[in-house]
């Protein structure tokens, strides 16, 4: 019924361009998630009396997490776009098994079994696309048939057995960590670290930093609405201490990791995408109202499809970094994943209904859950009760998100 | 005993916003065929809503009364146990169970709790043949044809022991046939004691079936005209649905009108979703640069399906027909192509088609032409786009706090102009408005129309489609009429009257049937169904 609301006329009435700007809003709902991870790091820091944040256990935490973090970033765009993945756990598999042979049994050279395997996850992934996009079956039916299919096809591979080993150069993608460059510094009580990963450390925030204030910059200078001096450096003051706490500690441990080099690679482009690019404006919309979508000329169809072709690629790379971790490509590997980068994204803040969700917050998602896991580990839980947590952490955080919004009122 | 059986007294609905009721009576007298007549929004379903419980007592004010006692209904529940049954215009029928399954859904025959199937099949067998329907009982309804189910609509009501059947529009989806049928069932009906209230646009089914007749106009009764005490022509129905009175205010325009920049020729358009029926039958039209043209229609004309195609094939399937540009023919077939070709369209039906409601103005204003803020890399420059829509929410009047506020807090005006700035940054060189004004307070029409003068003025050509016959006449250089899929005549600004523009607009079957089996045009339920505003 397009009846009209007078009364939310008279609440937004405010005259354009009054004043001075609003005071800024404090968002709740998209900065909850990051309260809570540090609640959640704080909390389990605190219970294993500091053990959670030791150098050797923070590496830990990335290297474990890593595939997990690769394929949440491909999920959060299907599920922006108001799509599901059930099978991304089942394609980790088959990729993993395809790189194992290419290399293993059939001795071909690594760069180019690595590109064969990554071309693989795009076939794999166009195919689910066509079925979606194109011929217009609902993702969870296709994906549900893909789960099915491409651990089949996993088990057929490896004629049900593991494969390995795998190169080193692939290994070190996985687990190894870039070479000692430039020596160790003393860093007084803390002892030695690693001077090049310091230096990348601190680069890294000032480039962070140059580039918010840029972007503030710009936004006052179009007469837009931009946080207080004050508020802007305590966020920059946070984000370096958090980023260079990491730093340090993986300095005094052994280095940066590889997979930490490429997740960063990944997070950053996909967040340009995701921000910037018309594709990635493109995926909000269609998830937003896929009939506006289409009337406002997005070629919906095949944006879909190439929203999962990303998908299989980003599948296959984690596929060949948890093969490559354990060493084996196994019939089973990668099962359940697909539920663990599901529940990374919706923890992360991405709405159910599609058209809301942010890489950075599937990845902090996907570190909330990767914390809880560690952290209980660490404290002896059994995997049973780690299991229920993270469930009951998963629906508390929808359930946040739906309550939150249904308090703003947004009209839906 | 009194001879009406339904008497509605000083009923007023308000909407937020809009009253669609105003102080309306409606007498029915006992075992006749009522007829409702009025232009769309009028306020016919929903009246009929007020008597059948939709909108339940204390929702609006004013007094039903039927057979002789005041009524409250709280819901359909209610006013269904009176023996008032509603059949609406899209039928309301479970496609996946057989007929007798439809018949008696929620109204079940059992015996110790469990269903009676041979009652069940037997009941509906002799209510299909009392109307007139030689099916099986258990046959799937996905399986009958549109005429078909709205006799199991008819079977239904009548198994709740109905006394006064409503239909809205009931022929409105159906051939010349079912038609004809179906007002023989309402006559027998008729005579069998079941008083029968109908909502058509078809006058001559009304003048044909009808013993009274019932006029609103914008929410109020006009008069009720009996066919057997007065001579009732169709023209005298028209008169008293349109009225005299051009009581909305348009701005001053003179139009600067240049040379063709659009042509549609022999436009036919096939339903999408049912086969075969031809929804857009051999239309032609042309635009010129700085004309406002209208496109005027009853539900069901097909005026949006016919745009939509245009607008890159966006409704309809066996699309043929040819398209010119400025001359030129051109292929648009997807509505990338069609905005390539510089044709936009803005939808009747915003918030479903028109706005991504979750996201913020900026963006939604941004969303058909984001390749116009693209750099050289293909990065959407932020600040640029927030430029863009504050120009807009300054130039368009939006009210809202800033271009950051999420579109579906906005109200329905703001919407519109939101709505209508994504399509002004787009810059298409035709723009088609689909009921720019649906649903819009009228200082805000008094605004939209001023824009659309303006898009003129900068050598723009504008069709308008709307339902309100005055606004057409009171802001277009020209006006088409639509009924039954064909283009039925267009009159300049200077000979478009409302009574002319109605007679073409209500011209459906009976001059056509001559020249081809006759498709009456899908109901899209979505986009033809009236709105309650």
Avoid at chain 1, 270 to 282: D, M, P
Avoid at chain 2, 47 to 57: E, F, N, Q, R
Avoid at chain 2, 371 to 381: F, H, I, M, N, S
Avoid at chain 2, 494 to 512: G, H, N, V, W, Y
Wanted: hydrophobic share 45%; aromatic share 6%.
């Amino acid at each position: 019924m397009s009846s009209i609301a007078p009364a939310s006329t008279t609440e937004l009435a405010a005259p354009p361009g009054s004043g001075a700007p609003r005071k800024f809003e404090f968002n709740l709902r998209s900065s909850g998630i990051y309260l809570a991870f540090a609640a959640i790091v704080v909390l389990f820091d605190i219970l294993t009396h500091g053990l959670l944040l030791t150098p050797e256990n923070v590496s830990n935490l990335i290297v474990q997490n890593s595939y997990i973090l690769v394929l949440a970033i491909g999920m959060i765009l299907v599920i922006i776009a108001g799509h599901i993945d059930l099978s991304a756990g089942s394609v980790v598999g088959v990729t993993g098994a395809i790189a194992a042979t290419l290399m293993v049994n059939h001795h071909i050279a690594w760069p180019l079994a690595l590109l064969i395997t990554v071309a693989a996850g795009a076939v794999i992934g166009a195919w689910q696309g066509y079925w979606v996009a194109y011929f217009g079956l609902p993702a969870f039916i296709v994906t549900l048939a893909g789960m099915l299919v491409f651990r089949a096809l996993t088990m057929t591979v490896l004629g049900n057995q593991g494969i390995g080993p795998f190169p080193d150069q692939v290994r070190t993608l996985s687990t190894g960590f870039l070479g000692n460059l430039m020596g160790n510094v003393g860093l007084g009580s803390l002892g030695g670290a690693d001077l090049f990963t310091l230096l990348v450390g601190v680069l890294a925030v000032l480039a962070a930093v140059g580039g918010q204030w840029r972007a503030r910059a710009a936004k006052i200078r179009y007469g837009q609405q931009a946080e207080p001096v004050g508020i802007f450096a305590g966020k920059m003051a946070l984000m370096a201490f958090v980023v260079l706490g990491v730093i340090v500690q993986l300095a005094r441990y052994k280095n940066l990791p590889w997979v930490l080099v490429l997740l960063t690679v990944l997070v950053l482009g996909y967040s340009l995408v995701a921000s910037r690019t018309v594709f990635g404006r493109h995926v909000y919309a269609i998830g937003g109202n896929p009939q506006a979508a289409v009337l406002s000329g997005v070629k919906v169809k095949k944006v879909t499809f190439w929203i999962f072709v990303n998908m299989g690629v980003l599948a296959a790379i984690a596929g060949v970094v948890f093969t490559g971790r354990l060493n084996q490509a196994g019939p089973t590997a990668g099962t359940n994943f697909e539920l663990d980068a599901i529940a990374a994204a919706f923890i992360g803040g991405a709405a159910v209904t599609g058209g809301v969700g942010k890489v950075v917050g599937a990845i902090t998602g996907g570190l909330i859950m990767g914390v809880i896991n560690n952290g209980m580990s660490l404290l002896g839980a059994p995997s049973e009760r780690v299991m229920l947590v993270k469930g009951l952490i998963l629906l508390a955080a929808v359930a946040f998100d739906v309550w939150a919004k249904r308090r703003a009122g947004t009209a839906r | 005993m009194d001879d009406n059986i339904l008497h509605m007294a000083g009923i007023t609905k308000t909407f937020p916003g809009v009253k669609a009721l105003q102080d309306v009576n409606l007498e029915v007298k006992r075992g006749e065929i009522h007829a409702i007549c009025g232009e769309n929004g009028a306020g016919k379903s929903t009246l009929m809503k007020v008597l059948s419980g939709v909108y339940p007592y204390g929702s609006y004010e004013g007094e039903i009364t039927f057979d002789g006692e005041a009524c409250e209904f709280g819901n359909i529940r209610d006013s269904e146990a009176r023996g008032i049954v509603i059949i609406h215009q899209e039928l309301a029928l479970s496609p996946h169970l057989s007929i007798a399954e439809n018949i008696f859904i929620g109204n079940e025959r059992v015996r110790r709790g469990l269903i009676d199937w041979h009652r069940t099949n037997a009941e509906a067998a002799e209510l299909l043949r009392r109307v007139g329907l030689a099916e099986n009982p258990t046959v799937r309804v996905s399986d009958l044809g549109v005429g078909k189910q709205q006799l199991v609509e008819i079977a239904k009501a009548l198994s709740k022991k109905v006394r006064l059947l409503i239909l809205d529009e009931p022929t409105a989806a159906l051939n010349d046939d079912d038609s004809e049928h179906l007002l023989d069932l309402l006559r027998d009906l008729r005579d069998e004691g079941v008083t029968c209230v109908i909502i058509s646009h078809k006058l001559n089914e009304i003048e044909a079936v009808a013993d009274s007749v019932t006029i609103l106009r914008d929410g109020r009764t006009i008069e009720t005209l009996d066919f057997h005490t007065q001579t009732v022509t169709q023209d005298r129905i028209i008169t008293g649905m349109v009225g005299r009175d051009l009581e909305h205010r348009y701005p001053e325009h003179t139009p600067n009108i240049g040379e063709e920049i659009l042509r549609v020729e022999d436009w036919t358009v096939f339903s999408p979703t049912q086969r075969g029926r031809k929804v857009v039958a051999g239309a032609n039209l042309f635009l010129r640069r700085g004309e406002i043209v209208g496109l005027a229609g009853l539900m069901g004309a097909g005026r949006t399906e016919l745009a939509m195609s245009v607008f890159g094939r966006a409704y309809g399937v066996d699309i043929s027909g040819r398209l010119f540009k400025d001359g030129k023919e051109i292929k648009a077939r997807s509505v990338d192509e069609a905005i390539e070709h510089g044709i936009g369209y803005a939808t009747e039906d915003r918030k479903r088609y028109g706005l991504n409601l979750i996201d913020d103005i900026k963006r939604n204003i941004s969303a058909a032409a984001l390749t116009k803020l693209a750099d050289g890399a293909g990065l959407v420059d932020p600040h640029e786009e927030y430029r863009v829509a504050e120009g807009f929410r300054a130039s368009m009047n939006i009210k809202a706090p800033a271009v950051t506020a999420v579109a579906g807090k906005l109200s329905g005006g703001n919407q519109q102009k939101v709505v209508l700035s994504k399509w002004m940054f787009a810059d298409p060189d035709v723009l088609i408005l689909d009921e720019p004004t649906r649903g819009i307070d009228v200082g805000a029409k008094f605004e939209i129309y001023t824009i659309i003068q303006r898009l003129a003025d900068a050598g723009k050509a504008v069709l308008v489609i709307s339902s309100e016959l005055p606004e057409l006449l009171g802001i277009c250089d020209r006006v088409y009429a639509m009924a039954a899929g064909r283009i039925t005549g267009v009159l300049e600004r200077d000979q478009a009257t409302p009574e002319r523009m109605m007679t073409l607009m209500t011209q459906t079957t009976e001059s056509l049937t001559a020249q081809e089996p006759v498709y009456v045009p899908a109901l899209e339920p979505e986009h033809e169904q009236e709105k309650d505003q």
